[in-house]
């Protein structure tokens, strides 16, 4: 019996070989391509959510303003450093700060040392009308403590003595002192003045009892008239009182704080 021959496939290229349907294959091309976009799309839309912008750390924040202050300080020492090595540097500056804050220590001091007064007064009357029964210090003795808190704060002001009468009385440094005949004296510093007179039986302003009390230059007994000027009409107290010759008066006139200083001040030279 003959032997069959054995026949092999087709080859793919063989014009025997299956024909596809070009239609099929564009339709599975379609498919192929489109699920190959829908990966595509996937992966970049999880490539946006992973690159999101991270909120920035509160840390950083932190460091960064520290810097800027330690910058602001810095900035000011030198500033500092800069003005004092200036101010070193130029003799005349320096002696003009020098001299500025002297005033201003001594201007502190004086209205420290009012103030004090002020206070120390109010308290002794407090302790003295506990004491007594509501009963108020004279006015001699409100008086006395006035003159010894004024001498602390006028220590270092000038003296004017008096050697024909036997008087002294202190003034600021920087007011100018004028004699006016036997026993009188001006004292003044631009606008302002204070006069001293020795003059016998020297009248005494006709004003109301409220408008004047008791006062004493150290021990000589005289009142403290609160007038007015007779040219303007500007407020002018006046204190007068017998010196102890019995024939002569010593009548002081001015107004403000110095006056009120002043006038305690005064002292009989023995």
């Known amino acids: 019996m003959p032997k ?3 026949k092999n496939p087709p080859k793919a290229d063989s014009p025997k070989a299956k024909k596809i349907d070009p239609q099929v294959e564009l339709e599975r091309d379609k498919k192929y391509f489109a699920e190959l976009e829908k990966v595509k799309s996937g992966s970049k839309k999880e490539e946006v959510v992973s690159e999101e912008p991270v909120a920035p750390d509160n840390r950083k924040k932190m460091v960064t303003a520290i810097i800027v202050i330690m910058a602001v300080v810095f900035i000011g020492w030198l500033l500092t450093e800069k003005y004092r090595w200036v101010s070193d540097s130029n003799p005349e500056q320096k002696a003009a700060a020098a001299e500025w804050q002297s005033l201003r220590d001594t201007l502190g001091q004086a209205v420290t040392n009012v ?11 407090e302790v003295q009308n506990q004491a007594n029964g509501e009963k108020e210090l004279s006015q001699e003795d409100v008086l006395k403590l006035k003159i010894a808190l004024v001498n602390e704060a006028t220590k270092t002001w000038a003296v004017y003595n008096n050697f024909d009468y036997n008087f002294s009385i202190k003034h600021p440094t920087d007011w100018q002192e004028v004699a006016t005949g036997k026993g009188g004296v001006t004292f003044t510093k631009g606008k302002d003045k204070i006069v001293a007179t020795i003059a016998l039986q020297i009248p005494r302003p006709a004003l109301p009892e409220d408008k004047s009390e008791v006062f004493f230059l150290d021990t000589l007994s005289g009142r403290l008239y609160h007038d007015t000027a007779a040219k303007d009409g500007t407020p002018l107290d006046k204190v007068i009182a017998t010196l102890p010759d019995g024939k002569n008066d010593i009548y002081i006139a001015g107004y403000g704080s110095v006056f ?4 305690l001040t005064f002292k009989l030279i023995k």
């Open 115 to 125: 103030k004090e007064s002020i206070s120390q007064i109010k308290k002794i009357k």
């Open 4 to 6: 069959s021959k054995k």
């Open 260 to 263: 009120d200083q002043m006038i």
